[in-house]
């Protein structure tokens, strides 16, 4: 069974988000793991006329930083941190080397499960990251929703007996007996 990595969530981001820049994907994380930054915010002045459409080299890079930054937080326990104490605590650690090798780790690592965060925290603090350095509402709900589904474990099938049908089936062919066509119905 293949165990997912960051770079596989990252992958299914970019493919919700900038399919176009997917092609640019795997170079882009190459340099990132080089030197992994901190999420920066896009700088759009006001009026600029490709405003939210900014796909080609400006959100590649951002999106590395944003689902690797989100999944070092979450391995790290961080997410619960959240609330008033968000944005000191997300400024503080923009220089800290510790925190450019959990970024790291958070691409080339397994994908964290969710432990002590609910679907709803993680949610929301995708969100709010990817809205902090300037993506769109959708673009900042289509990368948390793409995440959550990641890094939420399936639930485990209930072991149960084979459909009524397949029982048939089974049966037909090991030679039950079965009524005969001839036998009207009652």
């Known amino acids: 069974m293949h165990h997912r990595n960051g770079q596989d969530v990252l992958r299914d981001v970019v493919r919700s988000v900038a399919p176009a820049e997917l092609e640019k ?3 882009t994380c ?7 930054y901190p999420p920066q915010p896009l700088h759009r002045p006001t009026g600029d006329p490709l405003g939210d ?13 944003v689902v690797s930054q989100i999944l070092a937080d979450l391995a790290s326990g961080r ?4 609330g008033g104490r968000l944005s000191r605590w997300w400024r503080r650690r923009r220089g800290s080397g510790a925190e ?3 970024r ?13 965060v609910t679907r709803q925290e993680l949610t929301e603090w995708a969100v ?3 809205r902090a350095v300037g993506l769109s509402s959708a673009q900042a709900e289509a ?5 959550v589904v990641a890094v939420v474990a399936p639930e485990a099938e209930p072991a149960s007996a084979p459909a009524p049908a397949a029982r048939t089936e089974a049966g037909d062919e090991a030679g039950e007996v079965q009524t005969s066509a001839d036998t009207p119905p009652s």
């Open 30 to 36: 190459r340099v990132y793991l080089a030197r992994p």
């Open 79 to 82: 997410i619960r941190a959240g």
């Open 128 to 130: 709010a990251r990817s």
């Open 53 to 65: 459409g900014i796909q080609t080299l400006v959100l590649l890079p951002v999106l590395v930083a």
């Open 100 to 102: 450019a090798e959990g």
């Open 143 to 147: 990368c948390a929703h793409v995440i």
């Open 104 to 116: 790291r780790a958070a691409l080339t690592s397994a994908v964290p499960q969710l432990s002590d």
């Open 25 to 27: 994907l795997d170079e």
